[in-house]
């Protein structure tokens, strides 16, 4: 079974792949499959060592780009994030974008309910440090969530 | 004033009708003491009501005044430097990040950043002294607990800021906004503690500004309303004192001036001043007794004065009727008496010299007789006879005399006396006629016996004209004694007794003159009968002198009576005279 899980997902990425690649910013499918990736890893190697390869921005896996998930606990601490190190080990459950929207406040809600969706707010852009309107896709990720985002 | 109207309550709704009336009503049964002190008591009380309410403000004033230099100041100065501490570390915040993204040295970031660790500290500490403040409400605690948890979060999202501040600058702006509402949300509880504690030291001024307002409008209206009371208690009490007290002195001057007919006011009241005026409408009553009493004394002394003056006019008039009266008839009967007297006097004049000139015919006569006794020894014994029952008579007339005379003073001895001769003069006469008689028959019986009785015949007729004589003489007496009776006809009543004596002495002469009349038949008796008539001849010389003398005696007797009468004529004019005079000083009295 998971043999033939992994390779239909596989096929389909190989498929999708070609067109996305040749973009300059990262799509929302790319986002879902980082996602995914992160999602993977946590289940093969567990929160510790996802934690730090989210974190590293060597591994490519998790950096594509304008793309790279984060992970926070229910709690809104920021565990691993993949443009932004400074922020790890922090709370930013209160943490407001410029429209006053509480972001990490509604992924936990989201994570609560749903267990996945997509949020639209405001983010500064790793690649030019301008705050952008963003949109990511979050998922629940046993005790925590994940998300990866994509510009517009 | 008040409080006497509050200490009668039940009264004041009944009689609320009356008003004033009332109040003065319930005054003036108060005493002048508590009258007196009503004036002071109301200033007393308006005085202690402004010290009372003085000191309460005061004391609420400087209560005031502590809770705001000592409490509420400091606590707003506390609240103030810790909103202006948030302020400033929250600016110094801001800085950084700003320093941070616009590419500040690392040397100064480093700076900044130790001073905003600083003033967190320093803050920290502010926060964690005001929560330990002793002066704070229960409310303010528990806000302040509330705000420390703010704080907490405050602190560590600023920590947060500034340390992603170091390396990454858009996050740690991104990150401000959360700062931000953590610095206001604390800034807002400070605030709101410090504007819950200006607007408690707002309420305390604006109590201490209504208490020291109050207090100035009661300071006001109690002086105005002091100054009004008193003044008016004073009144009150003055006009319920003074005018009752002069109206009174008036009334007890009106007294001592003696007029009682005034009208005593105010005993109606309870108070001194009635108790007063009932006091001086007692002097009052008391006078007006004791007029009276007098005037009903006065009126009894009149009366009785008047009573007995009267009593004594009446008595007088009484008195001098009768006394008049008396006086009249004493008057009338001395008058009468007088002119008796006088009478009398006359009669008796004329008595004596009759019988003066009847004692000198006696004389004769007796000698007539003594020559006949002999002669008459017969007729003698008869004549004695006619002596014994004229002895009797006499004795019988003397007896009568003498109760005339005890009875009927002088004038009753002149009428016994004089009534005394009438028998006599009639016995006389009478003997005379029958010594005539007598001598008649002797004559004739001389006559008869012829030459032997010449001589008895001479006699006889001697005897006879002797008789005759005597009884010519004893006519005359007759006719004067007659006369002396007719003048003495006045006098006859008072002689009744006399009159009835002579009476029954006429009776015994009756007797006699039947005895004689009977002896008269006895011839034999012729001499004894001469004899009795010498013996009666010789006792009627003797009455005449008897009768002489008590003619002298009525003369003196008359002529005493005469004088007594005028005498007591005199006396019956003194006593008049003292009546009269007596009778003026009756009446005068």
Same mark, same amino acid.
């Given at each position: 079974?998971?043999?033939?899980?992994?390779?239909?997902?596989?096929?389909?990425?190989?498929?999708?792949?070609?067109?996305?690649?040749?973009?300059?910013?990262?799509?929302?499918?790319?986002?879902?499959?980082?996602?995914?990736?992160?999602?993977?890893?946590?289940?093969?190697?567990?929160?510790?060592?996802?934690?730090?390869?989210?974190?590293?921005?060597?591994?490519? !896996?998790?950096?594509?780009?304008?793309?790279?998930?984060?992970?926070?606990?229910?709690?809104?601490?920021?565990?691993?994030?993949?443009?932004?190190?400074?922020?790890?080990?922090?709370?930013?459950?209160?943490?407001?974008?410029? !429209?006053?929207?509480?972001?990490?406040?509604?992924?936990?809600?989201?994570?609560?309910?749903?267990?996945?969706?997509?949020?639209?707010?405001?983010?500064?852009?790793?690649?030019?440090?301008?705050?952008?309107?963003?949109?990511?896709?979050?998922?629940?990720?046993? !005790?925590?969530?994940?998300?990866?985002?994509?510009?517009? | 004033?008040?409080?006497?109207?509050?200490?009668?309550?039940?009264?004041?709704?009944?009689?609320?009708?009356?008003? +004033?009336?009332?109040?003065?009503?319930?005054?003036?049964?108060?005493?002048?003491?508590?009258?007196?002190?009503?004036?002071?008591?109301?200033?007393?009380?308006?005085?202690?009501?402004?010290?009372?309410?003085?000191? @309460?403000?005061?004391?609420?004033?400087?209560?005031?005044?502590?809770?705001?230099?000592?409490?509420?100041?400091?606590?707003? &100065?506390?609240?103030?430097?810790?909103?202006?501490?948030? @302020?400033?570390?929250?600016?110094?915040?801001?800085?950084?990040?700003?320093?941070?993204?616009? %590419?500040?040295?690392?040397?100064?970031?480093?700076?900044?950043?130790?001073?905003?660790?600083?003033? =967190?500290?320093?803050?920290?500490?502010?926060?964690?002294?005001?929560? /330990?403040?002793?002066?704070?409400?229960?409310?303010?605690?528990?806000? =302040?607990?509330?705000?420390?948890?703010?704080? &907490?979060?405050?602190?560590?999202?600023?920590?947060?800021?500034?340390?992603?501040?170091?390396?990454?600058? +858009?996050?740690?702006?991104?990150?401000? %906004?959360?700062?931000?509402?953590?610095?206001?949300?604390?800034?807002?509880?400070?605030?709101?503690?410090?504007?819950?504690?200006?607007?408690?030291?707002?309420?305390?001024?604006?109590?201490?500004?209504?208490?020291?307002?109050?207090?100035?409008?009661?300071?006001?209206?109690?002086?105005?309303?002091?100054?009004?009371?008193?003044?008016?208690?004073?009144?009150?009490?003055?006009?319920?004192?003074?005018? +009752?007290?002069?109206?009174?002195?008036? @009334?007890?001057?009106?007294?001592?001036?003696?007029?009682?007919?005034?009208?005593?006011?105010?005993?109606?009241?309870?108070?001194?001043?009635?108790? $007063?005026?009932?006091?001086?409408?007692?002097?009052?009553?008391?006078?007006?007794?004791?007029?009276?009493?007098?005037?009903?004394?006065?009126?009894?002394?009149?009366?009785? *004065?008047?009573?007995?003056?009267?009593? $004594?006019?009446?008595?007088?008039?009484?008195?001098?009727?009768? *006394?008049?009266?008396?006086?009249?008839?004493?008057?009338?009967?001395?008058?009468? $008496?007088?002119?008796?007297?006088?009478?009398?006097?006359?009669?008796?004049?004329e008595t004596r010299d009759k019988s003066q000139s009847t004692a000198g015919t006696v004389i004769d006569t007796q000698t007539n007789v003594d020559s006949v006794a002999n002669a008459a020894e017969e007729l003698a014994h008869s004549i004695d006879q006619l002596a014994a029952q004229t002895h009797n008579a006499r004795e019988l007339t003397s007896k009568t005399v003498a109760e005339s005379a005890?009875?009927?003073?002088?004038?009753?001895q002149l009428l016994d006396a004089v009534s005394q001769i009438v028998p006599i003069t009639g016995l006389i006469q009478a003997i005379a006629q029958k010594t005539n008689l007598l001598a008649l028959n002797a004559t004739i019986e001389a006559a008869r016996a012829g030459t032997a009785g010449k001589g008895f015949a001479v006699v006889a007729a001697e005897v006879k004209s002797l008789a005759q004589q005597t009884a010519k003489a004893t006519e005359e007496i007759n006719q004067k004694i007659t006369a002396v009776n007719?003048?003495? %006809?006045? *006098? *006859?009543?008072?002689m009744?007794q006399v009159v009835s004596a002579i009476g029954r002495l006429g009776e015994g002469t009756v007797e006699m003159a039947t005895a004689v009349g009977q002896q008269a038949a006895a011839t034999q008796e012729i001499s004894k009968n001469a004899q009795q008539a010498a013996d009666g001849s010789r006792i009627v010389a003797n009455n005449i002198v008897e009768l002489d003398k008590k003619a002298r005696e009525n003369?003196?007797?008359?002529?005493?009576?005469?004088?007594?009468?005028?005498?007591?004529?005199?006396?019956?004019?003194?006593?008049? /005279?003292?009546?009269?005079?007596?009778?003026?000083?009756?009446?005068?009295?």
């Amino acid at each position: 079974m998971r043999i033939h899980a992994f390779l239909v997902f596989a096929a389909l990425i190989a498929i999708a792949s070609p067109a996305k690649t040749a973009a300059e910013f990262g799509s929302k499918d790319e986002a879902v499959a980082m996602v995914k990736r992160v999602q993977a890893e946590f289940k093969k190697s567990g929160p510790e060592a996802t934690f730090k390869s989210v974190s590293d921005k060597a591994v490519a !896996d998790y950096h594509d780009r304008d793309l790279y998930p984060f992970i926070y606990n229910m709690e809104g601490i920021c565990l691993a994030h993949g443009a932004r190190p400074a922020l790890i080990g922090k709370n930013l459950i209160d943490l407001k974008d410029q !429209d006053g929207k509480f972001l990490i406040r509604e992924m936990v809600t989201m994570s609560k309910g749903p267990g996945s969706g997509w949020i639209d707010y405001k983010w500064p852009n790793p690649l030019n440090n301008k705050i952008e309107d963003k949109s990511s896709y979050v998922e629940k990720m046993g !005790d925590y969530f994940v998300g990866v985002g994509v510009y517009k | 004033m008040e409080d006497a109207a509050a200490s009668q309550p039940p009264m004041a709704i009944y009689n609320s009708a009356r008003g +004033p009336r009332f109040l003065f009503g319930v005054l003036n049964n108060l005493s002048v003491q508590i009258k007196a002190a009503a004036a002071s008591a109301v200033l007393l009380i308006c005085l202690l009501a402004l010290g009372a309410n003085a000191y @309460v403000t005061s004391t609420k004033s400087a209560d005031g005044l502590r809770m705001l230099s000592h409490e509420l100041e400091p606590k707003l &100065q506390a609240f103030s430097q810790v909103n202006d501490a948030i @302020v400033a570390t929250h600016m110094t915040i801001f800085r950084y990040v700003s320093w941070a993204s616009n %590419g500040v040295s690392e040397k100064l970031l480093a700076s900044l950043y130790k001073q905003i660790n600083a003033d =967190l500290a320093a803050l920290s500490t502010r926060i964690d002294q005001l929560s /330990r403040r002793p002066d704070l409400s229960e409310e303010e605690k528990a806000a =302040l607990q509330a705000l420390m948890a703010k704080w &907490q979060k405050c602190l560590r999202q600023a920590k947060d800021t500034i340390d992603v501040g170091q390396t990454d600058a +858009p996050m740690a702006t991104m990150m401000l %906004g959360q700062t931000d509402d953590s610095f206001k949300a604390v800034d807002s509880d400070i605030q709101m503690m410090s504007q819950a504690t200006t607007e408690a030291a707002n309420g305390v001024r604006a109590g201490l500004y209504a208490d020291t307002e109050r207090t100035k409008q009661f300071i006001i209206l109690g002086t105005i309303l002091g100054f009004i009371i008193s003044a008016f208690v004073t009144f009150i009490v003055g006009a319920s004192i003074v005018r +009752p007290i002069k109206s009174i002195t008036g @009334v007890m001057q009106q007294l001592s001036a003696g007029k009682t007919d005034v009208e005593i006011g105010h005993r109606d009241r309870r108070d001194e001043i009635g108790k $007063m005026a009932e006091a001086i409408d007692v002097f009052r009553k008391n006078m007006i007794e004791i007029r009276s009493m007098e005037q009903a004394t006065h009126q009894a002394e009149q009366n009785r *004065v008047a009573e007995r003056t009267a009593a $004594m006019h009446e008595l007088a008039g009484e008195f001098e009727k009768s *006394v008049q009266l008396i006086a009249k008839e004493l008057a009338d009967a001395v008058a009468a $008496m007088h002119s008796n007297a006088q009478a009398m006097s006359l009669i008796a004049a004329e008595t004596r010299d009759k019988s003066q000139s009847t004692a000198g015919t006696v004389i004769d006569t007796q000698t007539n007789v003594d020559s006949v006794a002999n002669a008459a020894e017969e007729l003698a014994h008869s004549i004695d006879q006619l002596a014994a029952q004229t002895h009797n008579a006499r004795e019988l007339t003397s007896k009568t005399v003498a109760e005339s005379a005890n009875a009927s003073a002088n004038v009753q001895q002149l009428l016994d006396a004089v009534s005394q001769i009438v028998p006599i003069t009639g016995l006389i006469q009478a003997i005379a006629q029958k010594t005539n008689l007598l001598a008649l028959n002797a004559t004739i019986e001389a006559a008869r016996a012829g030459t032997a009785g010449k001589g008895f015949a001479v006699v006889a007729a001697e005897v006879k004209s002797l008789a005759q004589q005597t009884a010519k003489a004893t006519e005359e007496i007759n006719q004067k004694i007659t006369a002396v009776n007719a003048s003495c %006809g006045a *006098v *006859v009543a008072i002689m009744e007794q006399v009159v009835s004596a002579i009476g029954r002495l006429g009776e015994g002469t009756v007797e006699m003159a039947t005895a004689v009349g009977q002896q008269a038949a006895a011839t034999q008796e012729i001499s004894k009968n001469a004899q009795q008539a010498a013996d009666g001849s010789r006792i009627v010389a003797n009455n005449i002198v008897e009768l002489d003398k008590k003619a002298r005696e009525n003369d003196d007797a008359s002529g005493q009576a005469l004088a007594g009468a005028k005498r007591l004529l005199d006396q019956a004019a003194i006593l008049q /005279r003292q009546v009269d005079k007596f009778l003026r000083h009756v009446r005068a009295a």
